[in-house]
């Protein structure tokens, strides 16, 4: 079983050029002594947790390799394509 980790994604209220206030994400962190902190710089500032994968670096890793894998696929496509012309 793949266990879970904790995302802290920081976030600000801040007004846009239409004078709207809008949410922002200003930073994510692991830690959340360091959310805490952030929430506790002014009312503008919050957090919003999220679960991820712990293995989240394998599965980006996977991913990478699979667009290049395709990316590499079309290359040789295109070159098999231009010698049979």
Request: net charge negative; proline share 0%; charged share 20%.
């Amino acid at each position: 079983m793949t266990g879970s980790l904790t995302v802290y994604v920081l976030t600000a209220l801040s007004l846009d050029g239409t004078g709207e206030i809008t949410n922002r994400n200003v930073g994510v962190t692991f830690s959340l002594h360091e959310a805490e902190l952030h929430r506790g710089d002014g009312v503008a500032n919050d957090y919003e947790t999220f679960q991820i994968a712990a293995n989240w670096q394998e599965d980006s890793a996977t991913t990478d390799l699979v667009v290049a894998m395709r990316t590499f696929r079309s290359i040789v496509e295109e070159m098999q394509s231009e010698a049979l012309r």
